[in-house]
Each structure stands twice: as C-alpha cells, then as structure tokens.
C-alpha cells in the first residue's frame, strides 16, 4: 500500500506561485510514474502533469505548458508541482497520484494510489 499526502496549496492572486508537494509512503517510489491531476467544483478530475519514474520525461496538458514544472527526488520519496503564472481557471483541488507501471498517464484510470488533495484558489 502507498499512501500520498500532498501539500502546499492556499489562496493566491493571479500571476503568483505556489509549490505543491506529496509525500509517498512507498520503499518503492523509484519504480512509480507519478502524476498531478485537479478538479474543480462539478467538474471531472483531470490531468495536469505526470513525470517518469527516473525523471528524465515529462508530460503536461496545453494550458499549463511553459507555467508548471513537475519535478520528483527520489531519495526524498516526492513530487512536486512548481505553479508560476497562476490563473484564475487554475482553481481547483490538486491531486497526486502513482501508477504502477509507467504509461505518460493522462487517464485517471492508470493511476493505483491517490493523495487526499490540496486547495488551490486564485483570486482575479
């Protein structure tokens, strides 16, 4: 069993930052593709960015491109998700997520473990 905690979330004004981070419980966590997807209010849970299990690929949907960077320290056993540039329709809660077996997941269908997911709110 793998248990995520992410952090890092809060209210921020368009244009700011924030650093989400997870925490993974798992020995393993080098073997995992881990990804971050959000949901907003009424909405589906969908993909935001996923990073290979040694790092060395990343994947990101359009709207975040050139704003979001994934990044994970596998001696750490975490992920993280740098936001700059924030937007208001970037208001959602975030989730991490690890998938057992590497596919670039965009699908949350792919993914074996979720976090419990933390706010992220930007004001216009």
């Known amino acids: 069993q793998v248990q995520l905690v992410e952090s890092g979330g809060g209210l921020v004004q368009a244009g700011g930052s924030l650093r989400l981070s997870c925490a993974a419980s798992?020995?393993?966590?080098?073997?995992?593709?881990m990804g971050w997807f959000r949901q907003g209010p009424g909405e589906e849970r969908n993909f935001v960015a996923a990073?290979?299990?040694?790092?060395?690929?990343?994947s990101y949907r359009d709207s975040v491109k050139g704003r979001f960077t994934i990044s994970r320290d596998n001696a750490k056993n975490a992920v993280y998700l740098q936001m700059n540039g924030l937007k208001p329709e970037d208001t959602a809660t975030y989730y991490c997520?690890?998938?057992?077996?590497?596919?670039?997941?965009?699908?949350?269908?792919?993914?074996?473990?979720w976090g419990q997911g933390t706010q992220v709110t930007v004001s216009s």
């Open positions: 997520a690890a998938e057992r077996v590497y596919t670039d997941g965009a699908f949350p269908r792919n993914y074996d473990y």
């Open positions: 798992a020995g393993s966590f080098s073997r995992f593709g």
């Open positions: 990073v290979s299990p040694s790092g060395d690929r990343t």
